[in-house]
């Protein structure tokens, strides 16, 4: 689970281990969280709390903290047993946000220990399920329309070919970043944005008043034909260098403005990565027609029945 790793420096299994604890307790989590931003009683924390997702989310929450309290306490120890080699292992290793954190908190006195546990928390439960529904997205895309996933892997030969990947280098792929793009705007990984209204604002000439909460439904804005023409299509074209220009806040598949997402270079940076991979490696057909698909708009965009692709090895001679 990329996620762990990046964020607290540990390896939690989570292809082979589905069972893990936290893993479940995170998903958990997330669920009930969900479903109690849609119920209007479960907002009222006292009836919340005697209810049993009240419960559920109690435990979960103890587990979630318990992991992350103990490996902020082991590798705090590793910190001070080390402490005279901590300059020369920053140089050869790289550090996982938590390692950051550390470094940051001046023993306590910049950052507290559930400071940093709320740092990491907000980065799992931000990238812990949205990266991997994005790469699903993508890829069911791209197997709709294979012709584009040669394009991405023609214009990978002419400008990378056999040199080492670089960051610098994925970031030249125009097809690739453009299939994304596109992509998300189909397919937004959080379909559903909101912001708590704290100071009177007026929306097309309406007063929203204080304690409102606005929700932004991102997946019919990315498919208003003002900006996009063909809305339901997919035109990949649209985000080329050279493509159409379309207001900021007509698209915004991380959100917009200072409330964005803090994670999305580090998400664009993995999904291009694991596209880029499995595209060299497979060719990718998606079983279901979009007409087909049924759209379970929770904490991120679901298919009812899954994502369901067909891969196949490519052959040496397309590597």
């Known amino acids: ?87 020369q292992e920053k140089m050869q290793k790289r550090q996982a946000l938590l390692d950051l954190l550390l470094e940051m908190s001046n023993d306590g006195k910049t950052l507290s220990d559930n400071d940093i546990r709320d740092e990491v928390n907000t980065f799992m439960f931000a990238g812990h399920d949205t990266t991997a529904t994005s790469v699903s997205w993508v890829l069911y895309a791209l197997g709709r329309h294979p012709e584009y996933q040669e394009k991405i892997l023609n214009e990978f030969s002419e400008m990378i070919g056999r040199k080492k990947l670089s960051l610098d280098l994925v970031n030249k792929l125009s097809w690739l970043e453009a299939c994304i793009k596109e992509s998300w705007r189909l397919y937004p990984v959080t379909p559903l944005i909101a912001r708590q209204i704290y100071h009177p604002i007026t929306i097309l000439k309406k007063e929203i008043p204080v304690g409102s909460t606005v929700l932004i439904n991102s997946f019919l804005l990315h498919r208003d034909s003002r900006y996009f023409p ?12 050279n493509g159409s220009r379309y207001p900021s806040y007509a698209f915004i598949p991380f959100s917009a403005g200072s409330r964005n997402c803090i994670g999305w270079r580090f998400a664009t940076m993995i999904v291009k990565i694991i596209v880029l ?15 087909d698909l049924r759209f379970i708009c929770e904490l991120v965009l679901h298919n009812a029945a899954g994502v369901k692709l067909k891969i196949v090895p490519r052959s040496s001679k397309d590597d």
């Open 1 to 87: 689970m990329l996620i762990t790793d990046s964020s607290m420096g540990c390896n939690v299994n989570a292809q082979t281990n589905v069972q893990n604890e936290y893993l479940l307790a995170v998903n958990t989590l997330a669920s009930i969280s969900q479903r109690r931003f849609l119920n209007v009683w479960m907002a009222f924390e006292p009836i919340f709390k005697l209810t049993t997702w009240g419960r559920q989310h109690d435990r979960a929450l103890n587990i979630v903290h318990g992991f992350v309290n103990k490996i902020i306490v082991e590798r705090k120890l590793e910190w001070k047993s080390k402490k005279a080699e901590v300059v």
């Open 230 to 241: 063909e809305p339901e299509v997919f035109k990949p074209e649209r985000f080329l260098p």
């Open 277 to 291: 991979h499995v595209l060299r490696s497979f060719t990718v057909e998606s079983v279901e027609r979009e007409g």
